[in-house]
């Protein structure tokens, strides 16, 4: 299938993300981390990673929120329950993300373990969680009404999807619950933490600095519009997750029409032979 000598991205080796659910994958050590997928059924995907890795990654996820964001720290309110509860088993990606982005923003609020907005402060906070969790607690963010708020989230699409609720109706229900605000979601996923692509004004995910993509076609694997996504990366080096093909179907677009430039991807649908993922666009 490949080249001796790859000479493009579609060229490159790459390994399945499945191969982390089976097997200890390390390129140099000694192991400062160990990251696991947030799956609530399934065997997790689990992650090692140096100290080196893991500063390579906290510098990608900052310069990436910082283009897309701006350079401002804001108060950050995080769905979810305080994270030393998070943190009891080990270092879940559910757990990792909220450690990254609140470690880019200031004065970190947990609403279910506090139960109220209405003392947080900031003209522009950040709203960080995972989608079913925003989604389920959505009511509790109407104090923010009126602040230009960004309504962050991630993951959990496959549950809302088989309840009926399109991203468009997130939107939309989002957007009545916080007017002027900005809902933003990401894709990303354990395997290669730090890599998070933030969708933009037409829900399109583009490539960066540090993450690129192509698609392949399901049955033979070879390079196409639409298919598997494959995404590489140069942030891992203690682990090999520079190359990976994953079960997302994802539809790759050379221009997007939002005007930014480079390419971009649309999400599609997991593969539905696949096993249920936590970290990405389960």
């Known amino acids: 299938m490949f080249h001796d000598r790859p000479t493009s991205l579609e060229t490159l080796p790459y390994l399945h993300v499945s191969a ?12 400062h981390k160990v990251m696991r997928s947030s799956g609530t ?8 990673a140096s100290s080196r890795d893991c500063l390579r990654q906290s510098q990608a996820l900052a310069h990436t929120f910082a283009a897309r964001f701006g350079p401002l720290r804001r108060d950050i309110v995080v769905v979810d329950h305080d994270l030393e509860t998070l943190l009891r088993d080990g270092m879940p990606a559910r757990a990792a993300a909220i ?7 200031r004065n970190p609020r947990f609403l279910l373990a506090e139960s109220d907005a209405t003392t947080v402060t900031g003209r522009s906070p950040l709203v960080f969680g995972f989608t079913t969790s925003v989604w389920e607690h959505r009511k509790l963010l109407e104090p923010l009404a009126g602040r230009q708020a960004v309504v962050l989230h991630g993951g959990g699409w496959k549950r809302l999807s088989a309840s009926g609720v399109s991203r468009e109706a997130f939107n939309e229900e989002l957007l009545r619950c916080v007017p002027d605000a900005e809902v933003v979601n990401y894709f990303g996923m354990i395997e290669q933490v730090g890599v998070v692509y933030f969708d933009c004004a037409v829900g399109r995910f583009h490539e960066h600095r540090y993450g690129t993509f192509i698609a392949r076609d399901a049955s033979e694997l070879q390079p196409a519009g639409t298919g598997l996504g494959q995404f590489f990366s140069t942030v891992p080096m203690s682990y090999p997750g520079h190359s990976l093909l994953t079960d997302d179907i994802i539809e790759i677009e050379q221009r997007c029409e939002c005007g930014a430039p480079g390419r971009a991807f649309r999400f599609i649908a997991r593969r539905e032979a696949s096993e249920t993922r936590g970290c990405a666009n389960a």
Do not use: Q
Not at 20 to 31: D, H, R
Not at 41 to 48: M, Y
């Open 20 to 31: 982390f659910k089976v097997a200890t994958l390390v390129s140099e050590g000694p192991t």
């Open 41 to 48: 059924s399934g065997t997790p995907s689990v992650v090692h």
């Open 99 to 105: 450690v990254g982005f609140t470690s880019l923003s």
